[in-house]
């Protein structure tokens, strides 16, 4: 059932480290949630997994990631390939100064799909999956900065799943939003896991609760407890999990 | 009453902004003013339709046809060369490419370029033809031209591409894109308002330039055949006609001068339209 397994994974900027010896495994088609406080490290872990990270200068990373017990982190992974296979969701949306077909579009097309009634149905399939299609499938070749922020969303979300990914991360995807889009989002994303694995990050534990069917917690770049929803939000063995799970302040 | 400090410095400044648009703006319409007052009653159809003719230079008939076609020539062929490697340039003095070190390393070599006076281009084109035996021509005015306008083009350009937010980018390489992708499709598209300012901004220095293609694209009466051939441009027609001793022919330098001005005008106008659609995509 496990999809990714890290392994010692370690990252430092400069001098500084940011995630020390995190082991996790993440299970196939779950919502696995990352919880812990801003600036602990959540978003660094979440862009070692489509290697996005390494694009930063002075990034030491260490320690192994396995996909379906497969390195990630070797001379011979095609890094496009990976990350075509792990979609991410960032904080603020940022759609591609292009046209609302052409962003979903966007991914098929440098993967090599150049037939118009193929990328027709990928853009309009991936619309719908994220919940887009019946607000914008009259003005498809509007710019997609004309669209609002959590329209913008879920327009990113539809790109993401048009390269037909195997894992979703999101970067606090709805923290940006409106509630009313927040809700949306969350309830694609409940829909979404029956095909995909999602890895969420967040500092809101009542959006934790309602997502997560596994729980990890990071607290001053050390996974400090994983585990089934219920273990770690019930009955957490950890006294600082306990701590941040109850709002406690954990001096 | 009590007068807010924070009420008086937000009058202050703004006083002050206003005041200042308007001086850039006076001095606009006063230099359009003034050539248009002097050369107005020179300006003719028959200006921009004809070559000198016999006697131009004393005031008889003839136009400024040779310097219209051979400005738009070496504006134009420079600007299209200059773009041809200020393009490649720009995309690689981003951090994708280039080590920010070196990078930085280049960018000081431009800015020093951009300082050069143009002079300086028109004598070191002059030295490097004299040593191939070339004549001023077409295209020694052309490659000046060009050594002028690249540092502009390449630094304006540099500094746009370098406002593209990094998560635009990201976003592109989550998809799988490759480098190359990322900047020759996102990069470029969210930047393209920005490149063809730097375009019109060189562009502008180059048609209006005469110390560099004094000597190198030389002076004619005649419309060029090849690249080979000297070549007309409109700033050298301002400075000789200027230089003459009769009104009638000093009128028309300003008559060119105007002519030079609603060319450039043009051409930033049209650029401007055709890039409206694209601006319309930019992610802000």
Known sequence: MCHIKVENLRVSYGDHTVLKDVNLTIPHNRITVIIGPSGCGKTTLLKCFNRLLELQDDVKISGNIYMDGVTIYSNRVDVTELRKKMGLLSQKPYPLPMSIYDNVAYGPRIHGIKKKNILNEIVEKNLKASGLWEEVKARLKNPASSLSIGQQQRLCLARCLAVSPEVILCDEPTSALDPFSAQKIEETLSDLKKEYTIVLVTHNLRRAKRLADYVGFIFLGELIEHGNKRIIFENPRNERTRAYISGESYL | ?284
């Open chain 2, 1 to 284: 009453m009590k007068i807010k400090w924070s009420h008086i410095e937000e009058k202050f400044f703004k006083a002050l902004m206003v005041a200042v648009t308007f001086i850039v703006l006076g001095s606009l319409f006063a230099v359009i003013g003034v050539i248009v007052f002097k050369g107005g009653r020179a300006l003719s159809l028959s200006m921009i339709t004809q070559t000198p003719r016999g006697g131009y230079y004393l005031g008889k008939e003839g136009g400024v046809l040779n310097a219209i076609v051979g400005s738009l020539y070496l504006g134009l062929g420079a600007t299209a060369l200059s773009l041809l490697f200020s393009l490649p340039i720009a995309f690689y003095l981003q951090k994708e490419y280039l080590h920010p070190r070196i990078a930085n390393l280049v960018r000081l070599s431009l800015d020093v370029l951009w300082g050069v006076p143009s002079i300086i281009y028109g004598v070191f084109g002059f030295t490097i033809m004299l040593y191939l035996g070339l004549r001023a021509s077409l295209l020694g005015g052309i490659t000046a031209l060009t050594l002028l306008e690249m540092p502009i083009m390449v630094r304006a350009m540099d500094e746009i591409l370098k406002m593209v937010p990094n998560e635009l980018k990201e976003a592109s390489y989550t998809v799988g894109a490759t480098r190359f992708e990322t900047m020759f499709t996102v990069v470029s598209r969210q930047a393209l308002p920005g490149i063809v300012s730097a375009v019109i901004l060189a562009f502008g220095r180059g048609i209006g330039d005469a110390a560099s293609i004094m000597f190198t694209a030389g002076y004619t009466d005649h419309i060029p055949h090849s690249l080979f051939d000297p070549v007309a441009s409109l700033p050298l027609a301002v400075f000789f006609q200027l230089g003459t001793p009769f009104r009638e022919v000093q009128e028309r330098a300003y008559a060119s001068a105007v002519i030079l001005l609603v060319m450039v005008l043009l051409l930033t106008v049209s650029s401007r339209l055709l890039t409206r659609r694209a601006a319309k995509y930019v992610i802000r």
